[in-house]
């Protein structure tokens, strides 16, 4: 029997029942459809009142037990709601960067290569950083969101601008130095010349992305992704007429290029802060500019810079196996084939990058709301797609391993060199996309030092050498270096999955206690007259 005797209300009848007689009920039955009972508790003294809202928490079912059908069903619903926008929107993403390629492709073999040379200066030294940043952010508001306290989302994202604005300084300082830096490391005059322009008229992306980036997980924390997926494809419609305008009408050249990226993406932060202004859709988490997101940095930025630090690392791989390339016997084609499968790989992985995104919000709600076995399931379920998805990839390239080059050259060379390493990048994204995957857990976690460990040690430790062995000291050239990235991505998920499955869950549920601790919403605090919901399962 119930030793503290409390009196239920059954919402369905009316009916009182005993607290006893709920508990006897429940285990007595088989597993039914969550249940609804309110209690009174005016004037409950403060240590009954924390007691009530454990119950969720205390009847969870166990920890050890895998989730049935129904379970499995509801939790695919939920992620779904989040990965499928997100996938779209990363679909209008990646059609964005290729219009971009293809008009700088009309410039001129110059412009492009300048331009491509450019862009990977910036995705190593810049936008890599701004991404990996802004994920510090992430644990915390995914947490906030589901222990319900709502000021603390608003808060977070004004210090990550902050946090974000700080670190483009030094950034842009870099970009500045880029045509010196590239000519020291032996980079052609000319090529270097058009990729200094056309990082010199990127330099107000800084900006862009420094507000766009937080501002995206602000909102899918809080379960708002269709607007950013509508948002998106506005912006992808104004795109090409803004190319078209700046580099065909106006004769801007590459410099036009340059600008039309830059305003697209103010366009889209613009259209995303017009929505949340006219829909007020997070009226609750935004507590207005405060002088608060000034102080205490520490917390995020223990979060941050590991996340950062685990982003640069596998970006700045891919970056390593184009120099790689450039040292083989058939420099041009390698480097043109890398180019296609990158690519390729960039197209493969919006799928499991936005389970990943789904899962981490998920975990993030679930942890905040204090419900480690339902924090459990999102995993499950998360990597049991990530498999699926790792399957569906390696088979695709597989059945397109002499088709896929052709949509891009028709030079022999290439062709063969990418339908020989198609296979290869196909078992490496059979380990990519639950590796993807386990990343999100064990950001929504807040675990991102975990997650830098296992992609230093995967692909420096282990890639790196394997990819030097295959390629040059055992000759086997183009494909040794994407045997290479699949050793780094085979001991990646190996390590990713141990750790995962290890998990302690309600030890993390009480780390995110500790992560969103704070006074709390007044009205969540004050009990007052109110009645507490208790959710029996």
Known sequence: MCRHNYTCVCPENGEDIPCHKIKQQYQEQEPE?????????????EEKVNLL???????????????????VVEELK?????????????????????ISMLFLGRLGESELAGGSLAIGFANITGYSVISGLAMGMEPICGQAFGAKRWSLLGLTLQTTILILLSASLPIGFLWLNM???LLWCGQEPNITSMANTYIIFSLPDLLAQAILHPLRIYLRTQNITKPLTYCAAITLTLHIPINYLLVLV??????????????????LVLSLLTYLYISRACKDSWPGLTKECFKGWKPLLSLAIPSCISVCLE??????????????????????????LIQTTSLVYIFPSSLSLGVSTRVGHELGGNRPGRARRAMIVALSCGVLLGFLAMTFTIIMRHRWATMFTTDPEILLLTSLALPVVGLCE??????????????GSARPTLGAN?????????????????????NVGFVGLWMGLFAAQASCVCLMLFMLLRTDWKLQAERAKELTRGDGDEEEMDLGEKEVVVLVK
Request: net charge neutral.
């Open 78 to 98: 939920e992620m779904g709601k989040i990965a499928g926008p997100m996938a779209f929107t990363g679909l209008l993403l990646y059609s964005r960067a290729m």
């Open 250 to 267: 106006l004769n801007l050249g590459i410099k036009g290029v340059a600008m039309a990226a830059v305003f697209t993406n103010f366009n």
């Open 315 to 340: 970006w700045w791989w891919y970056e390593f196996m184009i120099i790689l390339c450039g040292l083989l016997l058939q420099p041009q084609a390698s480097v043109a084939s890398m180019g296609i």
């Open 454 to 474: 296992i992609n230093l040690g995967s692909f420096y430790f282990v890639g790196m050498p394997v990819a030097i062995l295959m390629g040059f000291v055992l």
């Open 179 to 181: 045509e010196r830096i």
């Open 53 to 71: 809202q454990q119950v969720e928490v205390d009847s969870s079912y166990d920890l050890k037990r895998w989730p049935n059908h129904s379970e």
């Open 33 to 45: 459809p969550e249940k609804l009972f309110s209690i009174k508790v005016s004037s409950l003294p």
């Open 430 to 443: 059979l380990g990519n996309c639950p590796q993807t995957t386990g990343c999100g857990v064990l950001r």
